[in-house]
């Protein structure tokens, strides 16, 4: 009897202590189970997957300057059969021992099918190695380039004249007065320099879109299009003339690869913008468009040339101005983007020269994916 009241009060005891069947019963639903629980561990860990490529692609831009070497280099990867060609230097022995000697090296060109690439153009998308920005370096680089650019143009016996085009591209944000969120894009021609970048809605809502004062760039959640919204870029231009130069910002666009044309905004647009729009109204509205008149380059311009009744704006010899410049927004479906600010060189006084015109092209990428992810419109 105490063996056996000894066993019954252990049974009592131990929970695990029960019958051969019930052991068995209660082992297939554990296993029953253990699928279920790993569904759910890989559907959470999907969800954190997932929940971090959406915040790394809120952080990103939609508008990026120019496709990396490593594009190129990963579509041949995949497909070698691909039509694109790893942008390369042809004109290797002339070009590379100038870079090299001012610290440049070649980072990005913008991507082209193979049965074009190097043809009749070609563009070198140049930093310096630290990937820093120094202007006083640029220039340096620039006053010898001069010599070799020449001799790369020349026509070779297989392929007739080609343009070279030079673009510094640097992330030293620095280099604005207002300093600059993404990567800079710098071109000289001319004696004109000019550094440009893209800003995101996103950086535009928390420096402007705050307080009492609505961005003077907002963007409309409920607009029916795009083109209600704009893109918008900061740029700083350098003229290093004789004499001024003319900019009309109405003249400047963006031009995407199939052929659609996004006009820069006066001042007058933005204001149109707020008037159309009835939630935007009243303090808010008076105070965003005073920001407008500080930011845009279109207010900080001079005037350069007085006329009956009407005048000009743009930037004296030996000045710099910078600023924000607006554009409609570009179409979902855009991949590829020149951006092309227009200037008007003065010619010099005494001369009977007429007013030359000159393009100031920078490439740059759309990504929908990434323009889809960005946050919505804030207030801070």
Request: contains cysteine.
């Amino acid at each position: 009897m105490k063996w056996f009241n000894h066993q019954t009060e252990s049974c009592q005891r131990a929970p695990r202590c029960i019958s051969t069947t019930q052991y068995r019963t209660k082992h297939m639903q554990s296993r029953r189970q253990l699928p279920k629980l790993y569904n759910v561990g890989m559907f959470f860990l999907l969800t954190l997957v997932i929940a971090g490529c959406g915040q790394s692609l809120k952080t990103l831009a939609p508008i990026q300057p120019v496709k990396n070497i490593a594009d190129a280099e990963m579509t041949l990867a995949n497909d070698p059969s691909a039509n694109v060609v790893v942008p390369a230097n042809p004109e290797k022995e002339l070009s590379e021992p100038v870079f090299d000697k001012h610290g440049l090296q070649t980072v990005g060109l913008k991507i082209a099918d193979a049965d074009i690439a190097n043809t009749d153009a070609l563009t070198y998308i140049l930093a310096f190695n630290d990937y820093g920005y120094t202007l006083e370096n640029w220039d340096n680089f620039l006053t010898e380039w001069a010599e070799v650019e020449p001799q790369i143009e020349l026509p070779k016996a297989d392929q007739d004249s080609k343009i070279v085009d030079v673009i510094l591209v640097s992330n030293y944000p620095q280099a604005f007065e207002i300093p600059a969120k993404q990567s800079i894009l710098t071109k000289t021609l001319d004696d004109i320099t000019v550094s440009i970048c893209y800003w995101r809605r996103a950086d535009l809502d928390y420096k402007y879109n705050r307080g009492n004062s609505y961005s003077p760039f907002y963007e409309n959640a409920a607009a029916g299009n795009q083109g209600e919204n704009t893109d918008v870029f900061y740029v700083k231009i350098t003229n290093n003339r004789q004499q001024h130069i003319i900019i009309d910002v109405k003249k400047c666009r963006i031009i995407d690869q199939g052929e659609s044309i996004y006009e820069g905004l006066y001042y007058k647009d933005l204001e149109d913008r707020f008037v159309s729009n009835r939630r935007v109204s009243g303090l808010y509205a008076a105070n965003g468009l005073q920001t407008a008149k500080e930011v845009l380059l279109e207010k900080r311009m001079p005037i350069v040339e007085r006329q009956v009744g009407t005048h000009r704006i743009g930037i004296n010899a030996g000045e710099s101005v910078e600023g924000f410049v607006p554009f409609i927004q570009v179409k979902p479906n855009a991949t590829e983007l020149t951006v092309i600010l227009e200037i008007e060189k003065a010619p010099p006084p005494e001369g009977a020269q007429r007013y030359q015109t000159i393009n100031f092209k920078f490439p740059f990428t759309h990504d929908r994916g990434i323009r889809v992810a960005q946050p919505a419109p804030q207030r801070y």
